[in-house]
């Protein structure tokens, strides 16, 4: 009998092994190539006749635009990830009017220099609030989804007026593990956006506007952050019919942007 389950073992064995080393090798490809799975440059620009801007970060130029110029108060625009942010231009001229805007495209995308990274796209944030606060009275910042996340740290690092966070996350580990929950993420993601680790050191008020049905960031995961902030500088928006790309369609976006960056 025993003979005659050997082969049965052996080839229960060799079906574990084959399973065992293609399992890390998707580990070892997921590992190498994870920025590849996080960011997602768009080639090339929408065209719009808004001014051009150029700020250098360290040895990166980074490129975009500047709208509204010669206001007093100033709003930054940190965009989702395959977003370009000119596409907003329209309306933000329109609801930010008393504002000067700016855009710039993350490194690696458009056509800004280098390679998107977590710690690259930290220190651009730096760079762009320091040159834009050099002009302005009041600087308040916008970020959207992985936006949202820089956004989060320059408002911990600087001292924003105003910060809005648009479909934002708690951390890029909670997000990742939610997306491939059969993957050891914790301890292969090298960016991790934690944005619920740094929401006490922010003192700017602040607007989250959740999509009610957003496919892309779990709403435990914006829960989370939500309490990591100081409750009497937050307020909370959900547009509950909207997804995690087709908020912009939605008029109430756009009010509650206007309302809360323009107010006392």
């Known amino acids: 009998m025993e003979k005659e389950s050997e082969p049965i073992r052996r080839i229960l064995i060799t079906i574990i092994l084959i399973i065992a080393v293609v399992y890390l090798a998707i580990c070892a490809y997921m590992y190498l190539n994870q920025r590849a799975f996080i960011y997602f440059p768009q080639p090339g620009v929408l065209y719009t ?13 980074l490129r975009g635009w500047v709208v509204n110029e010669g206001s007093d108060e100033a709003v930054i625009y940190f965009g989702g990830n395959a977003e370009r942010p000119e596409a907003n231009i329209p309306d933000f001229k329109h609801i930010f009017n008393n504002q000067t805007i700016y855009l710039l ?3 690696g995308y458009g056509e800004s220099g280098g390679s998107p990274t977590e710690e690259g796209l930290y220190a651009d944030a730096l760079a762009i609030y320091d040159h834009v606060s050099q002009n302005h009275s009041k600087v308040s910042v916008v970020g959207r989804s992985i936006g949202a996340g820089v956004a989060t740290y320059l408002a911990s690092q600087r001292g924003v007026d105003r910060l809005v966070l648009i479909e934002p996350f708690d951390n890029m580990v909670n997000v990742a593990r939610a997306a491939y929950p059969v993957f050891p993420v914790k301890f292969m993601l090298k960016d991790r956006y934690d944005s619920a680790g740094r929401a006490g050191n922010i003192t700017a008020r602040t607007l989250i506007i959740m999509a ?7 709403g435990w995961s914006t829960e989370n952050l939500i309490s990591e902030f100081d409750q009497e500088i937050l307020e909370v928006v959900v547009i509950e019919d909207a997804t995690h790309n087709d908020i912009q369609n939605y008029p109430q976006y756009y009010t509650v942007l206007e309302e809360f960056v323009s107010s006392e």
């Open 105 to 107: 495209n993350y490194r």
């Open 212 to 218: 009610g049905k957003d496919e892309i960031i779990p």
């Open 49 to 61: 006749s808004e001014k051009p801007l150029e700020i250098r970060s360290g040895e990166i130029t």
